[in-house]
Every structure is written in structure tokens, then in C-alpha cells.
């Protein structure tokens, strides 16, 4: 399959310029995406981009990944309806920082390749760059006219848009122009709300040095519901493990409607035409068992974090999901029970709860685990009821020794519901 033909298949396309496909199957090209460093962290919403230019490498393109420094003390106008805060120089660098450790994670900065990865940041030629001189040299050849006529600012005409916002597409402009310049990087991709910036870029290039610059866009990943992808009910799904656990990217990907999985499949990771077809035949012969979902997953969470990452949240889903024993909770340390346990209802109690003998049916309804004592004893007798993953009778006492860690005791309600038991 040839690039180009992959991009599409992958759902990597949205805009393009009429001779990108061209260019891109000719020798390595140095292709460029800017990352926005308003976080210490990158989130699944710039992973799409990040196996965009991974995916350029393996064809033998060389990657470079901007990170805006200096962009970023402006911030993009582009998909929001209200001007950013301003960050700090100190928060910016750190924020760049971080973000450079986590882009040399996924591609490939070997000096003993011709396709070597760089990563640069905007701030080192913007930062020398007097005001008058940059109007002169670079604002002069883009009309008000043109820059009012981009979607992104039209969108914010109404509500306001500040001059700093307004700037910004000339800032972007510039970082093509100089990266065309010295390293000849003749395409720039990104977000398909990036097509306006971009394009300024290509406009700039060619009405100063008579250049031709190519760009793609990728469409903005949603859900099949039309909601925004790479969110959670806490918020985003952020790369950083210190962010979100590799339990919880974990169970993001699990989670995945089957309405989503065939197109996040191709976006987030390299497995073939041929094998993700296959996948897709056996999950849905046996949809239940989640098996793309699974796949994803596991690919995903090993990308991002690590094989053994992936293996302690595949134990970590067995606790509450699997078959599982009170020993198995002992390989996670509080902190990590805790992210587990996020949602799940508890009842806080005094140390001395079970300092004496108490039996199930009296514990049960006691702390509204069920209704009443007649529904608990049902629960038991049905065999439906589990401590600490151990099945129980109606004459089960509970006792000290039923605390794990000291700290708490997990009830089973059936197969899907729990209930913590908590020392205050």
C-alpha cells in the first residue's frame, strides 16, 4: 500500500493540498505538526497526530515535531469559543520539557538514520524577533482580508477575538516559512481545525519565496455519537501515567463502544489491513467477549506506557472484573487500590467493626449493602453474594481477619456490583 493510499484507509485525511499525494511518494520528505505546550502533558487527542507522523517515519519521512513555545504564549484561536490564560515563561518551558520526553517515546531519534526525528521549538527563532521587523517582513505580504476570512476567526467575531489570537495565524505562518527554509520541510499536517493556519503558512511561503508547500489535515476524532473523543468523565485521557494511571488509559480503551473500535483500531496502532480485519471478524462472532477492544487496549497501553504497564493493569481489571483472591490484592499498593475502587460505593465504619464476630445478614443490611435482612439472606442463599472475591453462605461470620491491608473489605453484589467497607 502506498502512503498516501494507507492515510486514507487509516482515516488520516480530511483536507489536502492538490500535489501532497506526489510529493509524499517521492524521496524522504521532512514533514512537520506543531504541539501546543498549554500542558505538561499530551493527551489521547494528540496521539492521533503523534502516529501521523510516526506512520511518516516507517515510510522513511523524516518527522519534526514543533513544539510551540512561543505559539504557546499567544494560544490558537482555532475550536475555541473563548481567549486561553496566559501562561508563564516558567510553566511554558516546563511544559515543553515534558512534552519533549514523551514525543521521544514514539519516534524513532537515531542518529545513524537518514530519517532521524528532530524536535524543535518556535520560541528559539521567535524570540530574537523584533515587533517592527516581524511587521515588516512578514506582516506586510498577509491582508486583514485574507487572515478575516479563516474559519477560525470568523468563529470568534462575534464573541471577540483579541489582537494576540488574531496574530496567531501569522506565527504559525512563520514557523512553515523558516522551517521551509532550513530544513526543508515542505509539509505541514495536523487537526483539520488547523487547515486555516496552515494554509496561511502555504500562502506566506509562496508570496515571499515564491515557494510551493503541501499540507494534510486530519479529521477531529469523535465518538459515534458525535461527542468528542479523548475524554472521560474526569477529564482527559492524558499520556502521563501521573495523570491518568496506565489502569485507567487502560480501561479507557476497553470501554470503547463497538461503534468506534474498527476506526480507532487503524488511528492508534500499526496492525495491518489483514489483521485488523480478522480482528473484527472474531469480535463480532463473539461480541460479548470484547476481543477488539481487548486488542486495542493492550496495543495502545503498551505504545504509551509499557509491556509491564499493561500487564499490571490487566491484573488490576481481573480484581474487580475476573476471577480474582484476596492475595491478588496485595500486589497493589493503596493509592492504586483506590484508583481501582474510583466509583465503586463504600461505608465507612470504626476500627472495632469486626473486632467481634458479625454475621452476613446483619452486616449486609446494616450498612445498606441490601435493603433488608430478608434481602441479604435471599443474596446468600442464592450463592450470589462474594467477600473479598470468596463466595459466602448465610452463615458466614465476619471477622479481623477479613480485612485486606487493613484498610478495607470488598463485597460482591452479583457479577457486576460492589460495595467497599472502609476503616474511617
Same mark, same amino acid.
Given at each position: 500500500m502506498k502512503l498516501f493510499d494507507e492515510l486514507n484507509w487509516r482515516g488520516f485525511v480530511q483536507n489536502y493540498t492538490p500535489d501532497?499525494?506526489?510529493l509524499i511518494e517521492q524521496n524522504s520528505q521532512s514533514v512537520y505538526i506543531g504541539f501546543d505546550p498549554t500542558s505538561d502533558s499530551l493527551h489521547v487527542g494528540n496521539l492521533m497526530q503523534i502516529m501521523l507522523l510516526s506512520l511518516f517515519q516507517k515510510y522513511g519521512h523524516r518527522p519534526i515535531a514543533l513544539v510551540g513555545g512561543a505559539t504557546g504564549?499567544?494560544?490558537d484561536p482555532s475550536g475555541k469559543s473563548k481567549e486561553r490564560n496566559l501562561l508563564d515563561m516558567d510553566t511554558l518551558f516546563h511544559n515543553q520539557k515534558c512534552i519533549q520526553n514523551q514525543l521521544e517515546k514514539f519516534l524513532d531519534f537515531s542518529p545513524n538514520i537518514p530519517n532521524s526525528a528532530l524536535i524543535l521549538n518556535n520560541y528559539d527563532w521567535f524570540k530574537d524577533f523584533n515587533f517592527l521587523d516581524f511587521l515588516r517582513t512578514i506582516g506586510k505580504h498577509i491582508s486583514i482580508n485574507y487572515m478575516i476570512a479563516k474559519e477560525s476567526v470568523q468563529n470568534r467575531i462575534e464573541t471577540g477575538i483579541s489582537f494576540t489570537e488574531f496574530s496567531y495565524q501569522l506565527l504559525q505562518a512563520y514557523d512553515f516559512l523558516y522551517l521551509y527554509q532550513n530544513y526543508n520541510c515542505k509539509i505541514q499536517m495536523g487537526g483539520a481545525d488547523q487547515w486555516g493556519n496552515i494554509t496561511t503558512g502555504i500562502e506566506l511561503i509562496r508570496r515571499i519565496i515564491n515557494g510551493q508547500a503541501e499540507a494534510i489535515t486530519a479529521p477531529l476524532l469523535t465518538k459515534a455519537d458525535g461527542t468528542k473523543f479523548g475524554k472521560s *468523565? $474526569?477529564?482527559n485521557i492524558w499520556l502521563d501515567p501521573k495523570k491518568t494511571s496506565p489502569?485507567?488509559?487502560?480501561?479507557?480503551?476497553?470501554n470503547i463502544s463497538d461503534n468506534d473500535v474498527e476506526k480507532l483500531l487503524k488511528v492508534f496502532t500499526f496492525l495491518s489491513k489483514e489483521e485488523i480485519e480478522n480482528i473484527l471478524i472474531k469480535h463480532?462472532?463473539?461480541?460479548?467477549?470484547r476481543y477488539a477492544q481487548k486488542r486495542l487496549a493492550e496495543y495502545v497501553t503498551t505504545l504509551v506506557h509499557s509491556k509491564e504497564d499493561l500487564e499490571k493493569a490487566i491484573e488490576a481489571t481481573q480484581l474487580l472484573f475476573g *476471577? $480474582?483472591?484476596?492475595?491478588?490484592f496485595l500486589k497493589f499498593d493503596w493509592h492504586e487500590l483506590q484508583e481501582i475502587f474510583e466509583g465503586v460505593p463504600y461505608s465507612q465504619v470504626n476500627n472495632e467493626y469486626f473486632y467481634q464476630p458479625k454475621d452476613a445478614v446483619t452486616i449486609l443490611s446494616e450498612l445498606q449493602i441490601y435493603p433488608s435482612k430478608s434481602e441479604a439472606k435471599k443474596a446468600l442463599q442464592a450463592?450470589?453474594?462474594k467477600v473479598n472475591k470468596m463466595k459466602i453462605s448465610v452463615d458466614y461470620q465476619f471477622l479481623e481477619n477479613d480485612w485486606i491491608m487493613n484498610k478495607f473489605v470488598l463485597i460482591q453484589k452479583g457479577k457486576k456490583n460492589y460495595h467497599l467497607i472502609i476503616k474511617s
Open positions: 501532497v499525494n506526489f504564549m499567544i494560544g *468523565e $474526569s477529564g489502569y485507567k488509559f487502560y480501561q479507557f480503551w476497553i463480532f462472532n463473539e461480541p460479548h467477549l *476471577e $480474582s483472591s484476596k492475595d491478588n450463592g450470589a453474594v
